[in-house]
Structures are given as C-alpha cells and as structure tokens.
C-alpha cells in the first residue's frame, strides 16, 4: 500500500488521474543478485534501487542494508522521499535503495566488496545521477567513500566523509533537523520551550544520537534512549553529552528498563528513530506521549496513526521532522557540483530556515483545513510534485 492515500489528499487539492496514476508507480525499479565469492564460501545478498518519482529531480535516498529489506519496503521508502523532498523544497525525487543482509555478518573488506559489487550492478543509474544515495540504517559514511571510489563522479553520492567532499554537519544534520523540528512543535503544541520537557528516544544510532544530543544541549531532559539490545532510563535525565561514545547501550553500565517500554513511558515527546512500524494500533492506545515527533521513516502504522489521531496525539511526520538528512545531502550534492565549500554553520542555518519554513506551511494547512499534521504535509507535498509534473509537461 501506498504511504500517501492519495484519495484523501484528492479531496483538498486537485490531484487528477493523470498524475495519480504516475504516483501510484515507480518510475524505475532495478534488482541485483550480489554474489561475491569469499573465504570459505560465497556471500549472496539481493539488493534493490526504487526511484519513485523524478519529476523534481534526480532520485534521493539512501541505502539500507539489514537482513529484512524488502522490494515492498524499498518502495515505501522510495515513496516517502518524493515528499519529503517536495514539502523541503528542494529539486530532488525520491529513490531508495536496500542490500538485503545483515551488516554485522560483514569484515570491512567484504563489506567494501560488496559495496564495490552493488556500484558494478548498478552502474547505470549511479553514473548517469539517477539516482544518489547516501547512508540510510546499517551504511555509513564509509560505504559513500566506497561508492565514491568506484564512481569516482563527487556528486554520485552524498553523506561522504567530510574529508573526501562530505558535507561538514552531514553526519549530525539528521538528528539536527529533529531536533529543531522537535522545538518548533514542543512551542506549538505544548506551549512550552524545551527546558524540562522529557523525551523518550528509540534508537541510539545516527539519528537517535544526535537528536537526543541536540535535545539535552537545548534543556530537554532525555529520561529514555534504547538500541536494537536494551533500553536505559533515568527519572534525571541520562548523561546524554558523556554517552556519545557508546555503541552498545547494555555496556553504558547505566540503568536499564525492557526495551520497548520506553514506547510506553509517561513522556512530553516521544521520538521512535529507529525502524518501520513500531506504533502500531496497540502501541497507540497504551502510549502516555502527548506529541510524537518521527525521526526514522514510517514508524507508524496506518492503523497506529488512526488510533493517535481519534485521542488527540499530535504526530509530526517523517517527510517534516528527518528532512534535514536530505537537506544536508543537497547541499553536499550541490557543493560537489560547484565545487564551492560550505561550513557547519552554513549547513545548520539552512536546515534550521528549511524546516522552519515547512513546519510554519504545515501548521497553515492544519489551521485551514482542519486536518492533522501528516495530512496536512502530504497535502502540500503531493500538490508541490503535481505542479512539478505540469511544468515538465508529464501531464
Ligand atoms: P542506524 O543504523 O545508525 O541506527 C539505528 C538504531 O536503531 C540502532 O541504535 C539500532 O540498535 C536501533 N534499533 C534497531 N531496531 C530497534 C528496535 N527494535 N528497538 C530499538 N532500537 C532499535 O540508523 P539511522 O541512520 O540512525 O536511521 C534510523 C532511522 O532514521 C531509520 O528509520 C532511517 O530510515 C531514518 N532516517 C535516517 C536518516 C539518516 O540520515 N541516517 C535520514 C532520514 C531518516
């Protein structure tokens, strides 16, 4: 199914056949069987590149690589990052791209092969600016040096290490873009500014811990973080500053809860940054947050989203609260382009005015149309890429 109903956005703006019949596709979808012989064995892993929509641009999005990636996830996934670059404002499309392996089976020598191999069966669309990746769950920036290394075009990939090209504040623009969303909507929905506010985060990689970090900077109190392993909480506030260092929450030594009860915590903001999914009806009718803000893309579900909205749960969407990650990626894209260079202030600023800017469009629609925050960015976003479509003359 699709992320966007497109039906219900029809019934606020003028979408038309045409262009729902675009939308409703992908532009181009392509399948690699990566084998590579190696040690003892042969490592196989099946792997995908979705590009939605192109009308605005070249197809954005990163690469996942976990163990349960899917063509029908890729797609979402793909999808989602249409919107997400139309409600930005920014001349990209939406793409997406999954290895379907577990990163964790990976030497860093296997892992640079098969990195090597995904760019060899992909080539087309990685040498021609089709479609651009950057790092998604399980890639770093590391496997962009790889891809960079092959292509050997700057612009064929984005979230490089800043020494090769990469974007300075590349790495945290995510989690920074988070957490301004996160301000924006703690002032609108709760009254309040930061200070004191509890936040419960899931997911301490690169989203989750940059977030969280930005967020205890700021004055909120992150009471809650957890991992794929184990869940830490502090009724104070965790040491977030003095745990960016860690990788595995359950070698911190602080205290820990089970791990999805922190879904449930008695919080302010809860912010899932982790996997798909993890609001689902259930969750949704136990969970005590009063304003969720989803830094990881679709964490809830259709059902999930229905529940939050019948108790009055303000949600702020994937496609506003992540877009500072592909925010930062245009940037680098355009600066690999120029060849002009860009500071971290630089790279904050935009990202703090982009998201401003959206968040303050989407609050209008909300106030008009009398709709929720989601609809209201699906609202703007779709209508930004049916505009698209008739100025290219698709429809
Ligand atoms: P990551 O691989 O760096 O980190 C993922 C984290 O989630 C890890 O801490 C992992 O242990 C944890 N995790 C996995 N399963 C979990 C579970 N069941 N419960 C709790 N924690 C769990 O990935 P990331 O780049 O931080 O991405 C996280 C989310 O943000 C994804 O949904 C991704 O699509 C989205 N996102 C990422 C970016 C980006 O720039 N990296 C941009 C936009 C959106």
Same mark, same amino acid.
């Given at each position: 199914m699709s992320v966007v109903d497109l039906n219900l956005v029809s019934r606020y703006i003028e979408v038309g056949r045409e262009a729902e019949r675009l939308l409703r596709k992908s532009d181009q979808e392509a399948y690699a069987n990566l084998n590579l012989k190696w040690d003892r064995g042969l490592l196989q892993a099946d792997a995908y590149i979705v590009l939605h929509c192109s009308v605005r641009g070249p197809a954005k999005g990163g690469i996942r690589m976990r163990e349960d990636v899917s063509l029908k996830e890729t797609r979402r996934l793909a999808e989602l990052m249409t919107y997400k670059c139309a409600l930005a404002k920014i001349p990209f499309g939406g793409g997406k791209s999954g290895i379907r392996i577990n990163p964790k089976v990976l030497s860093p020598e296997a892992r640079r092969a098969l990195i090597s191999e995904y760019v060899h069966m992909f080539a087309p669309y990685l040498q021609n600016g089709s479609y651009v990746p950057a790092p998604d769950m399980g890639t770093t920036p590391a496997d962009m040096a790889t891809i960079y290394g092959c292509t050997h075009i700057p612009e064929s990939v984005t979230g490089k290490p800043p020494r090769i090209g990469g974007l300075p504040g590349?790495?945290?623009?995510?989690?920074?873009?988070?957490?301004?969303?996160?301000?924006?909507?703690?002032?609108?929905?709760?009254?309040?500014?930061?200070?004191?506010?509890?936040?419960?985060?899931?997911?301490?990689?690169?989203?989750?811990?940059?977030?969280?970090?930005?967020?205890?900077?700021?004055?909120?109190?992150?009471?809650?973080?957890?991992?794929?392993?184990?869940? $830490?909480?502090?009724?104070?506030?965790?040491?977030? #500053?003095?745990?960016? @260092?860690?990788? !595995? &929450?359950?070698?911190?030594?602080?205290?820990?809860?089970?791990?999805?009860?922190l879904l449930l915590l008695p919080v302010d903001v809860l912010i899932p940054a982790a996997i798909g999914g993890v609001i689902d009806e259930e969750i949704a009718s136990?969970?005590?947050?009063? $304003?969720?803000?989803?830094?990881?893309?679709?964490? #809830?579900?259709?059902? @999930?989203?229905? !529940? &939050?909205?019948e108790r009055g749960i303000s949600v702020i969407p994937d496609i506003l609260a992540n877009s500072g990650g592909v925010i930062a990626s245009y940037i680098e894209w355009r600066q690999a382009k120029s060849g002009s260079l860009t500071d971290k202030s630089e790279t904050y600023d935009v990202i703090d005015k982009q998201i401003s800017r959206a968040y303050a469009d989407v609050i209008d629609v909300v106030r008009q149309k009398g709709v929720s925050h989601r609809l209201a960015a699906q609202i703007l976003a779709v209508d930004e890429v049916v505009q698209s479509m008739r100025d290219r003359g698709w429809i």
């Open positions: 590349r790495e945290e623009a995510t989690g920074y873009g988070v957490a301004c969303t996160t301000r924006l909507a703690v002032r609108h929905v709760l009254g309040k500014d930061l200070r004191g506010v509890t936040v419960a985060v899931q997911g301490f990689g690169n989203v989750g811990k940059w977030t969280a970090r930005f967020l205890a900077e700021w004055g909120a109190k992150v009471i809650a973080v957890s991992d794929v392993g184990t869940a $830490l909480y502090m009724d104070e506030g965790l040491p977030i #500053t003095e745990m960016s @260092g860690i990788s !595995v &929450l359950s070698e911190s030594g602080l205290p820990e809860i089970p791990r999805d009860e136990k969970l005590q947050a009063r $304003l969720i803000i989803e830094a990881a893309n679709d964490p #809830t579900t259709a059902a @999930g989203d229905a !529940v &939050l909205n």
